[in-house]
């Protein structure tokens, strides 16, 4: 089995930075994509960002400029760094992770709530 450790969201004014973090630990032999979602209460839930094994990212149209995603493989950890933080913004983000333990598999942290609020 894997776990999911995410961290980093917090309250922030309008125009701050935070960075999420989420760790993988468990039964892994290696990852491939991993990615970032957002969902507010009563909607889908959105990619934010994503990153391949091989490095490639992809971003959505809302957050390009404003929001880097990376990874450290020898720690297992996917990072969001958000820059230039707006009101909407605000939501519980959710780390992604396609991990071969056994099997490929497909697994989702238990969401951080980031606020931007003045």
């Known amino acids: 089995q894997v776990q999911l450790a995410e961290s980093g969201g917090d309250l922030v004014q309008p125009g701050g930075s935070l960075r999420l973090s989420c760790a993988a630990s468990g039964t892994i032999f290696t990852i491939n994509d991993m990615g970032w979602y957002r969902q507010a209460p009563g909607k889908q839930r959105e990619l934010v960002a994503a990153?391949?094994?091989?490095?490639?990212?992809n971003y959505a149209d809302s957050v390009k400029g404003r929001f880097t995603i990376s990874r450290d493989n020898a720690k297992n950890t996917v990072y969001l760094q958000m820059n230039s933080l707006k009101p909407e913004d605000t939501d519980v983000y959710f780390c992604?992770?396609?991990?071969?333990?056994?099997?490929?598999?497909?697994?989702w942290g238990q969401g951080t709530q980031v606020t931007v609020s003045s």
């Open positions: 992604n992770v396609n991990v071969y333990g056994r099997r490929w598999e497909n697994f």
């Open positions: 990153i391949t094994g091989g490095g490639t990212t």
